[in-house]
């Protein structure tokens, strides 16, 4: 069956980096847009960034913008995101997910569309 497996979470302290992975399996991952959400307790479910199945296409949100890099490697079923100077309001569970597309920028991605991994815990402390 379809499976995205998060990693790379953890404690860390603002200012700091991390570098999370998402590795797919029981799928054609080269298929696929791979994107990054995540979602702090009491908000909403925010969408990272997307990268299409390529890796030609790359988008990010506004907010995180020039912290963050997307990359993928689809001969390891294998899609990263790192990043940077971290901030105490990225603390939130991040989730990698898999559509045939990325969609445009702002559309919707809902949580009952494509492939989804559990979620790995990134905490920012001050």
């Known amino acids: 069956e379809a499976r995205l497996v998060e990693s790379g979470g953890g404690l860390v302290q603002a200012g700091g980096s991390l570098r999370l992975s998402c590795v797919a399996s029981?799928?054609?991952?080269?298929?696929?847009?791979i994107g990054w959400f995540r979602q702090a307790p009491g908000k909403e479910r925010e969408g990272v960034s997307c990268?299409?199945?390529?890796?030609?296409?790359?988008e990010y949100m506004d907010s995180i913008k020039g912290r963050v890099t997307v990359s993928r490697d689809n001969s390891r079923n294998t899609v990263n995101l790192e990043i940077d100077s971290l901030k105490p309001e990225d603390t939130a569970v991040y989730y990698c997910?898999?559509?045939?597309?990325?969609?445009?920028?702002?559309?919707?991605?809902?949580?009952?569309?494509?492939?989804w991994g559990q979620g790995t815990q990134v905490t920012v402390s001050s």
């Open positions: 997910a898999a559509r045939g597309v990325c969609p445009s920028v702002g559309g919707d991605w809902p949580r009952n569309l494509g492939y």
């Open positions: 990268i299409g199945s390529r890796g030609d296409l790359t």
């Open positions: 029981g799928f054609a991952f080269e298929d696929y847009a």
